[in-house]
């Protein structure tokens, strides 16, 4: 079985603070993906990132970071000077990589974040 | 890119009615799509797989006979809620995975529609 956790219900920030939004997984499989989506209040998913269980490496991407520690199976998501339009709900995700699966994905509880001026 | 239309955006709706929600692949080949379920401040919620050519496979606690999944083409599925009720209210979102994108059926990220807001009165 599959679980995501991201005990973070709901952050509030104010513009320009940097804010880090956690997520922490399990899983039994050697081989799984990770995922973090974004939804506006609009609800649409938009796809954020996908990391596969043996790329360590942390990325960067504009004011995103992710930092992904497998020994801790956590999959933090940074968010560097935060801006109003970032204020929505972030979900992460798991998805396991066995051969014949539907490879479905499992999400975490979302972290509801609120920028403000 | 690959893009997954959702009709209806959103739907009111008198109790004991049936509503139909479509999924469409729009320049992708899709055998597999996914339903889930959203809850007002909740997580989504896979409420079934659905594949081309053959019977949905249905998680746990979802009703089958209430939930009816349709699968007949390789860009459209299509979740029907029969008889509906108040209870029935909420967001539901579908996402189709694109086979040509990777060689894995997994590192591919599941292209979501906008999802579809469910209001039965």
């Known amino acids: 079985a599959q679980k995501v956790t991201q005990a973070q219900t709901e952050i509030s920030v104010v513009e320009k603070e940097d804010v880090t939004l956690d997520c922490v997984y399990e899983?039994?499989?050697?081989?799984?993906?990770l995922f973090w989506y974004k939804q506006p209040p609009s609800g649409e998913l938009v796809f954020l990132i996908r990391?596969?269980?043996?790329?360590?490496q942390n990325e960067i991407s504009g004011r995103y970071s992710w930092n992904f520690q497998k020994s801790t199976s956590s999959f933090n998501f940074t968010i560097t000077a935060s801006q109003v339009v970032d204020s929505a709900v972030y979900f992460c995700?798991?998805?396991?990589?066995?051969?014949?699966?539907?490879?479905?994905?499992?999400f975490g509880t979302g972290t509801r974040l609120q920028v403000t001026l | 890119g690959a893009v997954v239309s959702q009709h209806p955006s959103w739907v009111i709706c008198k109790s004991g009615t049936s509503v139909k929600i479509e999924c469409r692949s729009l320049?992708?080949?899709?055998?597999?799509m996914f339903w889930y379920r959203q809850f007002p401040k909740q997580s989504l919620m896979l409420m079934a797989t659905?594949?081309?050519?053959?019977?949905?496979?249905?998680e746990q606690g979802v009703e089958k006979d209430k939930f009816l999944i349709n699968h007949a083409s390789l860009t459209l599925s299509t979740l029907t809620v029969t008889s509906a009720h108040p209870e029935d209210s909420s967001f539901y979102i579908c996402?189709?995975?694109?086979?040509?994108?990777?060689?894995?059926?997994?590192?591919?990220?599941?292209?979501f529609g906008d999802g579809t807001r469910l209001s039965i009165l």
């Open positions: 659905s594949n081309e050519g053959s019977k949905a496979t249905y």
């Open positions: 899983t039994r499989d050697t081989t799984y993906y």
């Open positions: 990391r596969n269980s043996f790329d360590e």
């Open positions: 995700a798991l998805s396991e990589a066995q051969i014949g699966t539907a490879s479905k994905l499992t």
């Open positions: 996402s189709a995975r694109n086979p040509g994108q990777g060689a894995s059926k997994s590192n591919q990220p599941q292209h």
């Open positions: 320049d992708f080949q899709a055998t597999t």
